[in-house]
């Protein structure tokens, strides 16, 4: 049996290949017999350019059908899919390259000035062009190539991806994902959301993040059925397509700024059956605001770059504001204390979890690993929660420190080491803080070098706009004489969001 997961997808898709897989913004339809065609063209060019199963091919683009297409073909081919945030810049995607050694490259036209030489440096022999209208070099290479692949046999712990996702200390992981990671994942979200026959969904979520490509696609491919395909998100055309769509999955921006929309009303969601929200925690002020305005009951998730998705509210049944629900069949979650020993009902504890979907560990960080891992195989995940005596899980922190805004992850310390370089900076610590919009507002707070002259927030933020991808940057930046810290001398992060609380706009 194969188990690569376009094995899976491939036996979900209709009978029928002429219906519709992406609907676009144009009215345009790619039907699953394209979409077979076309990823096996670029399956057909990666494999004859000498890629192996198991090399790893670099992608850094903006949403478009074929970038979906050319993941698949990944998957089919065999190889590694490395999605990289579009607005990476020349030092980041420098470290991924180094890192991931891919065997190709396919990337932004507007990249090819650094990247190409980049490339070159370290050993890429292949690198393509992809826009955002779906054209490009690799568009072009592969036109001539066989729309005929056979799907590379793989076994379920073979990878699938890797996912880049940044540490406290700065320095980006690999978060390894393997066939069998997405395939379960894939097949309990698919099930316990209930997907049916006639859905529709809606997608407005990026490309290179889980959330987008790991849960809205592959639900999709799972039912054989339609999305309507959108480069962003765009409250407007989200609710024109909510009079012919049933399900829609966003982060909690999206909902913020669709409560914004006088459009948004029972009667514009009265077809719709589902909507999902994640990467970021939902205000219950949100989730109230919204079942009012829509009569619709939102459901919060809660999963990992590194294990998917790990618990759900139900679909039939009470959906909590501000709990994440019950852990997903085939997922163990606990809370824990600092002892490893099993939290009460109620009590805050580290969050542990273990299951098909959690990645097998960090792409050649072997020491890590087994920092990562307990000694009975259970993930840390650096996030602190609590269970009600019902089961419902509540996240009430990060232990690491990160930061969840519009979405995006951003760990403190990439953006402070950054900081730390510019000229006449000592020191500075990064926080996040409450954001109607956003979750949560990046905010920096600076202490200036004895002496000289400190920067302004506006040279901060110009310094940090060109080495850090957009998402990164503060929304603030605050100047000290000194941070807070405790007697130990770490900086005390806690007072520092209280105190810029309500400051972060």
């Known amino acids: 049996m194969n188990e690569n997961l376009y094995s899976l997808f491939e036996s979900r898709f209709p009978a029928d290949r002429a219906r519709p897989l992406m609907i676009l913004e144009d009215g345009r339809e790619i039907s699953y017999g394209e979409a077979e065609a076309t990823c096996a063209r670029y399956a057909s060019l990666l494999a004859g350019l000498g890629l192996a199963p198991g090399d790893r091919v670099a992608v850094q683009v903006e949403k478009s059908p074929e970038a979906l297409l050319l993941y698949l073909a ?19 995607v420098g470290y991924f390259l180094g890192n991931a050694e891919p065997g190709a490259v396919v990337a932004q036209p507007r990249s090819m000035p650094w990247l190409e030489p980049l490339a070159a440096g370290r050993g890429i022999r292949h690198v393509f062009t992809l826009d955002e209208h779906g054209q490009g070099s690799l568009v072009q290479a592969a036109g001539a190539a066989s729309p005929q692949f056979a799907t590379v046999q793989r076994a379920s712990s073979d990878l699938a991806a890797i996912l880049y996702t940044s540490g406290t200390t700065g320095r ?22 209930g997907f049916r026959p006639d859905d529709v969904l809606v997608h407005m979520l990026p490309l290179f993040h889980v959330h987008g490509l790991f849960v809205a696609c592959h639900c999709v491919l799972m039912n054989g059925t339609a999305m309507r395909f959108h480069a962003k998100f765009d409250a407007r055309r989200a609710l024109a397509d909510f009079a012919r769509s049933t399900v829609f999955m966003g982060v909690p921006t999206f909902y913020t700024r669709l409560l914004a929309e006088a459009g948004l009303t029972r009667e514009a969601c009265a077809g719709m059956r589902l909507f999902v929200s994640g990467s970021a925690p939902l205000l219950a002020e949100t989730h109230a605001q919204f079942e009012e305005r829509t009569g619709q009951r939102i459901l919060e998730r809660y999963g990992m770059t590194e294990t ?24 163990s979650v606990r809370v824990v204390d600092d002892e490893g020993r099993a939290c009460a009902a109620g009590e805050i504890g580290h969050i542990q979890v273990k299951g098909d979907n959690v990645l097998p560990g960090y792409w050649r960080l072997p020491e890590k690993n087994k920092e990562e891992f307990t000694a009975d195989g259970f993930f840390r995940t650096g996030d602190v929660g609590t269970f009600s005596a019902d089961g419902y899980l509540s996240i009430v922190g990060r232990s690491k420190d990160l930061i969840i805004t519009g979405g995006y992850n951003v760990y403190p310390k990439e953006v402070e080491l950054a900081i730390d370089e510019l000229p006449g900076v000592a020191e500075s610590a990064v926080v996040g803080v409450p954001h109607p919009d956003f979750g949560e507002a990046v905010t920096a707070v600076v202490v200036a070098r004895p002496g000289a002259t400190a920067p302004t927030e506006s040279e901060v933020i110009a310094w940090l706009k060109s080495r850090l991808a957009n998402f990164k940057v503060p929304k603030r930046v605050f100047l000290v004489e000194e941070l807070p810290r405790n007697t130990m001398g770490k900086v005390q992060k806690n007072v520092l969001r209280d105190r810029y609380a309500g400051k972060g706009a």
């Open 74 to 92: 990944c998957l089919r081919a065999g190889l590694v899919y490395l999605p990289l945030n579009s607005a990476y810049q020349q030092g980041e």
């Open 172 to 193: 980006s992981k690999g978060a390894m994902i393997t066939h069998r990671n997405l395939a379960s994942n894939a097949t309990v979200l698919h099930a316990y959301w």
């Open 308 to 331: 998917g998705m790990l618990t759900s509210n139900p679909l039939a049944g009470e959906r909590r504001p501000g709990t994440v629900g019950f852990p997903l069949p085939g997922t």
